[in-house]
């Protein structure tokens, strides 16, 4: 029965593709491209129009944007005899903003649109106008957030978008805050855009805000089901924006289509310098409103741990951005509106190559020739895979401020600079903006994380070649066993269909990423309906047989409330020779945690006290938003040889917290190695 509807709801998936790609007959592009340099003198100059006293607009001949002084919100932007792209219905505070979340120790979060109190032109001619927001922190207020902001704007002639990017700064012996998120926001108008783009795979007609309105709020307020929207075809389905969610490194360019008339409205992001947790810190991107976010930082995926705390009056600045607005269109007589986001993907390219620009006129934006650049070669090293170091491909390499091992993950304060090492284990990291950072690595197929041990202070236009780095894979002993691969993700494990009533078709017709379908927290209990998950070593296999996430167990109580407790998986090993006067290693990677806390026992499962536990960790909450990861934790764990018997050995792999369906974990990796042999 669960596979025939599986199955009916796959080719219901196939259907709506088949639609989609139908609607957009892959013809030759032809969209209003007005950005070459060439030609750009051939667009009219860029003016200010000064409109009124509350009011200033910039008009570059392709679009006009309206800003309110001296707060700084977007209130308009006229593109293609469109009056605003924008939701005319919200107020001038809510359509195009930047929002920060504060709150001093120990009170209650602030919601900050950053309403300036000063408005500045930067510059004005016919090729650029920049425009300039700020509000200095006013001591004597002592509700007002003790931080000095630049909200600024740029526009150039012949360009069909617009860029935002903010400085933020705190003097010395400013008071103690805490700030979890930054971002900008987009709110655009509901009636034009329906259709949203944040990669190949993932788009799809959107609900409106009303059809989530009057939909069935689900397990939380973010996961609606769509019970009766306005547009039929989505009926059933659930929407929920952590749906939508992408890794830092990948989040270049989202947004909208408008189909009548064939509009785009995109965020580009062209460097993620500015970003915060490192290049996989997942983030949200567009989702029904229409809204299109910048993220700059959160504690999404990840928890309290990624918030700006403030103490001791450190000082601190921080440039983010700039990043792109790009709008393009389509004249009504071409049918393929899926041109415009090949388009949007083309333009990312194109900022990106741009990358760091030379027209931002902040002095703290560090221009190309004030930055500097790290090369080297990364090998990794695991005697037990190979006797000779190993080439570290794909590694991911980054620069980020002074830590510890593994660091970043947590890092918010300065920028990050990542990239990945080529086939032969080379990297070149670029226009790294001067400081002091440490290096980071982590490959591929190995547990861990390398750090390199001195500082690297990067001069302005410095070029800095560092010696051939050696990465040391942790590694006690011979593998036994081990289940998964070190990717810091659980993507590789079992992963159910949803339940058929809570699906989102995206991830139904996009099924590599149907880890994102609501409500995966309850197929536990389902598929495991009265024992718990039991994995043979020889015998089961991980990615059918390994559940992705270590879940808690649903059952009804007396009074009939649904109440989630705690579950004990085993890992069912045999072994021929023991060594009991050795130490065995059990590594063991995870690649999510929330709330929970993992219990190992060996061969008892009644022992009180574990033979490891890790305590109550994590508060990165990707079961609940759909991540296949959330932060990577990496457990090197002594195994006594005397805890283990010759023939069958049984772990015990136990969430002790129980209560909430979100409390749980999901593993990258496990590995159980023999007794070092000192002379392999
Ligand atoms: C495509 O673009 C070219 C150059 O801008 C223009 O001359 C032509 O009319 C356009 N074709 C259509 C179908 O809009
Ligand atoms: C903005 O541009 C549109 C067309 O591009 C034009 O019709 C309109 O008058 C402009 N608005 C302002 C305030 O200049
Ligand atoms: C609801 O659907 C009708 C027809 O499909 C459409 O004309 C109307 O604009 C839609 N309303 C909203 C709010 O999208
Ligand atoms: C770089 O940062 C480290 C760690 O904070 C510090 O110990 C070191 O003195 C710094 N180096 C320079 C040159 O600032
Ligand atoms: C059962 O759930 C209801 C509604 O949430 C709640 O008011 C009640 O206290 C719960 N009872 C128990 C025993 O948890
Ligand atoms: C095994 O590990 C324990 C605890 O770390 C240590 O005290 C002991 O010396 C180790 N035994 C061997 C044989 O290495």
Not at 109 to 115: C, E, P, Q, S
Not at 272 to 294: A, C, I, M, Y
Not at 442 to 449: I, L, S
């Amino acid at each position: 029965m669960k596979k025939e509807w599986s199955f009916v709801l796959g080719l219901l998936g196939i259907l709506l593709q088949l639609f989609l790609l139908a609607e957009s007959s892959l013809k030759k592009q032809n969209v209003s491209k007005k950005n070459s340099q060439q030609d750009q003198q051939d667009f009219p100059p860029v003016q200010i129009l000064r409109l009124d006293d509350d009011y200033v607009a910039v008009d570059n001949g392709i679009f006009n944007i309206t800003f309110s002084i001296p707060g700084g919100m977007v209130t308009g932007i006229q593109y293609n005899e469109i009056d605003n792209l924008l939701e005319n219905g919200n107020k001038d505070d809510n359509r195009g903003y930047w929002d920060l979340v504060w709150n001093k120790p120990e009170e209650k979060g602030i919601f900050d649109k950053l309403r300036a109190t000063n408005f500045k032109v930067i510059m004005e001619d016919e090729n650029q106008v920049e425009l300039s927001f700020t509000r200095t922190w006013d001591s004597l207020d002592s509700k007002q957030l003790s931080m000095n902001i630049d909200k600024r704007f740029i526009i150039l002639r012949g360009i069909s978008g617009f860029y935002c990017y903010g400085i933020l700064e705190r003097l010395e012996g400013w008071p103690n805050i805490d700030v979890y998120q930054g971002r900008i926001v987009f709110k655009l108008k509901e009636t034009l855009f329906q259709y949203m783009a944040i990669s190949d795979e993932r788009q799809r007609i959107m609900p409106t805000a009303h059809d989530r309105e009057v939909g069935q709020k689900l397990d939380y307020k973010e996961a609606v089901l769509l019970t009766n929207p306005n547009n039929s075809f989505i009926k059933g389905e659930v929407d929920d924006k952590y749906q939508y969610s992408c890794e830092n490194k990948d989040n270049r360019v989202h947004g909208w289509i408008s189909q009548t008339p064939r509009i785009g409205f995109w965020m580009i992001t062209p460097s993620d310098e500015f970003r915060t947790g490192g290049p996989v810190k997942q983030d949200l991107t567009s989702h029904t409103g229409p809204v299109n976010l910048n993220m700059f930082f959160s504690t999404h995926y990840a928890g309290e741990v990624l918030g700006l705390k403030f103490r001791n009056g450190e000082p601190w600045k921080k440039v983010f951005g700039p990043v792109f607005v790009y709008m393009n269109s389509l004249s009504p007589d071409e049918p393929d509106t899926l041109t415009l986001w090949t388009d949007a993907k083309e333009q990312m390219l194109v900022e990106t190559e741009n990358w760091p620009y030379n027209f931002p006129l902040s002095e703290d934006y560090a221009r190309a020739d004030q930055r500097g650049l790290v090369s080297g070669r990364l090998l990794v090293r695991d005697r037990y895979v190979n006797k000779s170091p190993m080439i570290a491909n794909s590694a991911f390499v980054g620069l980020a401020a002074p830590g510890n091992v593994g660091s970043w993950q947590l890092e918010n304060k300065a920028y990050q600079f990542w990239t990945q090492t080529d086939s032969e284990g080379y990297f070149l990291i670029k226009n790294i903006i001067p400081g002091n950072y440490s290096l980071y690595a982590w490959v591929p197929g190995f547990v861990g994380d390398y750090m390199y041990d001195p500082y690297i202070i990067v001069a302005p236009g410095s070029r800095k070649r560092l010696e051939t780095l050696m990465y040391y894979a942790p590694r006690n002993g011979p593998t036994l066993w081990e289940i998964g691969t070190p990717d810091r993700t659980a993507a590789e494990f079992f992963i159910p269909d949803a339940q058929p009533k809570l699906l989102n078709q995206l991830y139904v017709v996009h099924n590599q990423e149907r880890y994102r379908q609501y409500g995966l927290w309850d197929r536990y209990t389902e598929i495991y309906p009265d024992d718990d998950l039991v994995f043979t070593i020889g015998f089961s296999n991980y990615q059918t047989d390994w559940f992705f996430a270590h879940l808690n167990r649903y059952f009804y109580n007396d009074d009939g409330n649904k109440t989630y407790a705690p579950t004990t998986w085993q890992v069912l090993f045999d072994l021929e020779d023991v060594d009991q006067s050795s130490n065995y290693t059990l590594q063991l990677a995870l690649a999510s945690a929330h709330e929970a806390e993992l219990q190992v026992r060996f061969n008892d499962p009644e022992i009180d006290a574990p033979h490891y536990s890790t305590g109550l960790i994590g508060k990165d909450n990707a079961i609940a938003r759909h991540g296949i990861h959330g932060i990577y934790r990496l457990y090197t764990i002594n195994v006594p040889g005397s805890l283990l018997g010759f023939g069958t050995n049984i772990m015990y792999l136990t969430q002790s917290r129980g209560d909430r369906p979100f409390r749980g974990l999901m593993y990258d990796y496990i590995r159980l190695e023999g007794p070092s042999d000192e002379n392999n």
